[in-house]
């Protein structure tokens, strides 16, 4: 008897052949399947080129974040044309003032003591012992520092307060929603 329930157990009935339907069916969800990883790979490379169109957008224009963008859209509407000579990095801080003064045209010049004002519309730019050591532009909402490389000491005389408290003046605009470039 254990035989033949063996035999019963080993014995399986014969299937039937797969439907038309069946075959059909899986076909479909393989060709599905095939047609999503196409799609994927094209989603991937648009992906990767607007990447790489963005990054070039900000290399050309020199920005890097959104406050950035938004200050330069603002400093392109309303300051001095000069401010790109700023912004690109053609003047820079330990520049001479007499270089300076060949790129750009400030609408007024004014020297007191070992200080050099560059006053622009809209900006402005000093130099000490006439080495470029600060150049920014401001309005109601924002600040572009280009360049600040003054000493404690040249703070003091400058701004009337200390390079500390010039940041921390800076650091608590920020937290007032201000924002501050540089």
Same mark, same amino acid.
């Given at each position: 008897?254990?035989?033949?329930?063996?035999?019963?157990?080993?014995?399986?009935?014969?299937?039937?052949?797969?439907?038309?339907?069946?075959? #059909?069916?899986?076909?479909?969800?393989? #060709?599905?399947?095939?047609?999503?990883?196409?799609?994927?790979?094209? #989603?991937?490379?648009?992906?990767?080129?607007?990447?790489?169109?963005?990054?070039?957008?900000?290399?050309?224009?020199?920005?890097?974040?959104?406050?950035?963008?938004?200050?330069?859209?603002?400093?392109?509407?309303?300051?001095?044309?000069?401010?790109?000579?700023?912004?690109?990095?053609?003047?820079?801080?330990?520049?001479?003032?007499?270089?300076?003064?060949?790129?750009?045209?400030?609408?007024?010049?004014?020297?007191?003591?070992?200080?050099?004002? #560059?006053?622009?519309?809209?900006?402005?730019?000093?130099?000490?012992?006439?080495?470029?050591?600060?150049?920014?532009?401001?309005?109601?909402?924002?600040?572009?520092?280009?360049?600040?490389?003054?000493?404690?000491?040249?703070?003091?005389?400058?701004?009337?307060?200390?390079?500390?408290?010039?940041?921390?003046?800076?650091?608590?605009?920020?937290?007032?929603?201000?924002?501050?470039?540089?």
């Amino acid at each position: 008897m254990r035989y033949m329930d063996q035999e019963r157990e080993n014995y399986a009935e014969p299937q039937p052949p797969p439907s038309r339907l069946a075959i #059909l069916s899986i076909a479909g969800a393989v #060709l599905r399947a095939q047609a999503l990883r196409r799609w994927m790979k094209r #989603l991937a490379v648009l992906v990767f080129l607007a990447g790489i169109a963005l990054v070039v957008f900000c290399w050309r224009h020199n920005v890097w974040s959104q406050d950035a963008w938004t200050v330069y859209q603002a400093m392109d509407h309303e300051r001095h044309p000069d401010w790109r000579e700023y912004h690109y990095g053609r003047v820079r801080a330990g520049d001479r003032v007499e270089d300076v003064l060949t790129h750009t045209t400030p609408v007024e010049v004014e020297q007191k003591g070992r200080w050099t004002y #560059l006053k622009y519309r809209g900006m402005g730019a000093a130099a000490y012992d006439g080495r470029m050591v600060w150049a920014g532009a401001m309005s109601c909402c924002w600040e572009r520092i280009f360049f600040d490389e003054m000493t404690d000491a040249q703070c003091r005389e400058f701004c009337g307060r200390s390079r500390a408290g010039m940041d921390a003046e800076r650091r608590d605009d920020r937290r007032k929603g201000f924002i501050i470039v540089e």
